[in-house]
Structures are given as C-alpha cells and as structure tokens.
C-alpha cells in the first residue's frame, strides 16, 4: 500500500465534526515552505494535522470545518491558484475544481479570498477550534476575530468561546484504521530493508554517513522518499548518544553500529533500531548486553494487549534488566533495592516506547500521573514502539573495560490488536544468529 484513500480523509474529518458542538467552528492551517538557503527551500513537509483531516500536500492551504445550530456540517478548503507561470518552473498544483472532486471537501476557494470570506464563517458562530500552540495561526485567528468584532454595530457577533483542537484531533490519530495500520505496515516492511542493506554492506573502515546512504537508498527504491527522522547511525561509543545525527566517523573493527531509521510513506513513520556487529561478529560482552536488550524487548512486546499500559510495562522490563545487569556483574547489590531505587535508568536512560503514527513521536495522551507513570491503557489500532537499550559509554570507570563503549538498543513497531499485537518489524533481523547469517556473506576473511 503505497498511500490511503483519499476518502479516508472525509471520514477523519466527519469524526473530527461529530466531536464539535453545533455552531461552531473549526480552524486547520496547512504548514508553509521553509527557507534553506537564499532562494532554495527545504523540503516540504506537511502540517499533521491538516494532513490528517485532508491528504492535502500544499502548502499555506487553510481548512475551514462549519456545524451549524441544526448540526449540518460543511468543509471548506482554501488553497493556492492554478498557475501556468508557476507550474512552469515549481510544479503543478491541485487547484479548486480538483480540491472539490478529488479530496472531497464542499467549497474550494483561492488562499487570496481567506480574509474576505472567514469574517462571514467566523459570524454568529458560538465557538471556534483552532490548534492553541501554533502561536503564529493562532495570533491571525485573534485577527480575524478582531475583524468580525469591528462589525459589532452593523450586526456582527464574534464567537465567545475559543478551544484547543490539538486534543481533540490527537485523540482521533491515536486510533488507527485498517487502512493506516496497512500503510504503517508497508513503512516498516520497507525500513525493514534498509537495515538489512545496511547490515550487508557495512564493513570495516565505512563512515557511518556510507551507511546512511545505503539506508536512504533502499527507502527511495521502494517509494518512501524521504525518513521519517534524521537517522541515526552510530559506531562504537556514538551509541551511547540518544540522538546522534552527525554520522560522520569511520567504523571500526570490534565495535557495534547502532542503526536508528524509519521511513516515510505517505505522511506515516516507521520507527527501528537494529545494533550489530560492524565486523559481521559480536563479541562476547557484546552478545551479553545484546541478549539481555533482546529478551527485555520480546518480554514487554508479548506482554502488550488491550488494557495494558506503559507503566506496568516498564516495571515488567526494568526489573528483568536490572536483575540482568546484576547477572553480568554490572549492577552490585540487593535486587530488590537496586529495583526500588531505579539504578538501572544509569544504564537505560530514556522511555520504554512512544505512539507512533503520522508523526515519529506521534500525538496522544498518555495519562501520565504524579509518579511520571504513563497510565493510558491501549486499545485496538493503537501504534507504539518498543524499544528498550543498555548504554554503557567509554567514560564509565565504574565498571570493567571490557564494558565500555558498549550502546545497544533495539526497537519495534507494535499494533495492538483486538486480543494482543502485531509487530510491524519482523523483516528487520535481530536475533544473534540471524543477524550473523545475513552478514557472514560479506564478511568473510
């Protein structure tokens, strides 16, 4: 699957209306191109939530969602003119006979009749919903308000009554369809390539940004243009960097390369972090701490169902780590008080796993109590990761040489189905031995 339907997008925003009071209004701006360099631009990324409840892939669009005291609801899409000039030298664009028959809103305008038309929309409706961190759309929605109220004599009547929409949508993306859980599936099938190209390909003396390559090539080759994230491709004592990006140093003999890469299709993420040998082979003390990290993994994914939350998983897997830790002689002390005391976040330094979707760290409460436990129980078509790590960096004297320099996390992407889950990641090696098979080709003596 290679995109959803565009009429998915109506039905994300029916579900969106369903949840406004009648009379009212709902704001969404689409992102705009960012500057890279004097008259070049980055790439353009859309603005989720408008993606969301569009498919729409323009920029400075603006979509406008109507419910009137009756209930009846209406969507009105504002995007830049056709333009022969400018689909000359940029690209073509959607324009609004296209918007209306293609991704199925009611009205189309040009972005140039915004201000003229929304003081009529925004008229006499009771509430308005808009998305209260973009700072910059919410001071022009406060313009546009301050528009209708300058008609207060002439009969106007601005809404009273201003709410946050990011909740609401956030709420609405927790939950995946069918269609998008098989999207999300054919993003990890194809990152999940990436990685085993990385691992045959990788050898002694590459640079770590040789290895990106390879990944960003195998994401293209099978549609996914773009990753989802600056991936991460960290040799040796870099995977003891959470968000290393600079891919720059040689790889080296008896080191491992932690690989952090998913793709992009369509708008939705993968997410998955493979660590393996740069020389084909782990090392003892390497096979140790990978072993631990792989078990801890498979022990919270099994564990994964409707009604089970973050919080118990984390419980479930800090204490299988800290009593491996204690095995390896890496952690000393009472089990229990290490437990109790959390000794094991010294060594695995950051969360469990995290929502998954159109956004890499993707929207969605996650019901986080006093005690920062994450206490929202999952439900069916809710997308996560799992990815637990040990990381002992070069600079830890507190334990033996043969330790340090050692980062390994391993990550997947988990569906949770109607009585357990569905790992999205299976193509991508990680046990020992598969991931030895898959290199031994390229790494023979």
């Not at 689909?87 to 296209?98: A, C, S, T």
């Not at 927790?174 to 990436?194: D, F, P, T, V, Y």
């Not at 193509?427 to 898959?438: G, H, K, M, R, V």
């Amino acid at each position: 699957m290679s995109q959803i339907p565009l009429s998915d997008y109506g039905k994300h925003r029916a579900a969106l209306m369903a949840k406004m009071p009648n009379n009212s209004i709902a704001l969404f701006p689409a992102a705009s191109e960012l500057t890279r360099s004097n008259d070049t631009e980055y790439a353009f990324c859309q603005n989720k939530n408008f993606f969301y409840l569009t498919g729409f892939n323009e920029p400075d669009a603006l979509l406008v969602l109507l419910k009137s005291e009756q209930g009846n609801t209406e969507s009105i899409l504002f995007s830049l003119p056709k333009d022969p000039l400018h689909e000359i030298w940029q690209g073509r664009r959607v324009g609004q006979l296209k918007a209306v028959q293609d991704y199925g809103v009611d009205k189309s305008f040009e972005v140039a009749d915004i201000d003229n038309l929304l003081s009529d929309y925004l008229n006499g409706k009771s509430q308005v919903f808009f998305g209260f961190d973009d700072h910059t759309f919410a001071a022009q929605v406060f313009t546009w308000l301050k528009q209708v109220k300058s008609s207060i004599r002439q009969g106007a009547n601005a809404p009273q009554q201003l709410n946050d929409s990011d909740p609401i949508v956030a709420e609405l993306r927790l939950i995946k369809s069918e269609n998008e859980l098989a999207l999300m599936r054919q993003a990890n099938h194809i990152s999940g390539l990436a990685h085993q190209r990385a691992m045959q390909n990788c050898f002694v003396g590459k640079f770590e940004y040789q290895v990106e390559a390879d990944i960003l090539h195998e994401f293209a080759r099978h549609g996914a243009r773009h990753p989802a994230y600056a991936s991460i491709v960290a040799g040796g004592d870099n995977a003891n960097i959470l968000h290393y990006t600079a891919n720059s140093d040689v790889l080296k003999d008896n080191e491992l390369l932690l690989i952090d890469a998913g793709a992009e299709l369509a708008g939705y993420a993968a997410d998955i972090t493979r660590t393996f040998p740069v020389n084909g082979k782990y090392t003892p003390e390497q096979k140790a701490i990978y072993q631990l990290v792989l078990d801890a993994k498979n022990l919270a994914i099994n564990a994964i169902k409707p009604g089970m939350c973050f919080a118990k998983l984390n419980v479930l897997t800090n204490a299988f780590l800290t009593q491996g830790l204690v095995d390896l002689g890496i952690l000393q002390g009472d089990l229990t008080e290490l437990i109790s005391d959390k000794k094991i976040k010294e060594y695995f330094i950051h969360g469990l796993g995290h929502w998954l979707g159109l956004d890499v760290h993707d929207v969605g409460d996650y019901h986080i109590n006093t005690d920062r436990e994450q206490l929202r129980a999952f439900e069916q078509g809710m997308v996560m990761t799992i990815e637990p790590g040990i990381y002992i960096p070069l600079s830890d004297l507190s334990v033996e040489e043969k330790w340090r320099g050692i980062g390994v996390r391993i990550e997947d992407n988990i569906a949770v189905t109607e009585t357990g889950f569905e790992n999205f990641s299976v193509n991508s090696p990680q046990t020992i031995e598969d991931i030895e098979e898959l290199m031994k080709e390229t790494h023979k003596a």
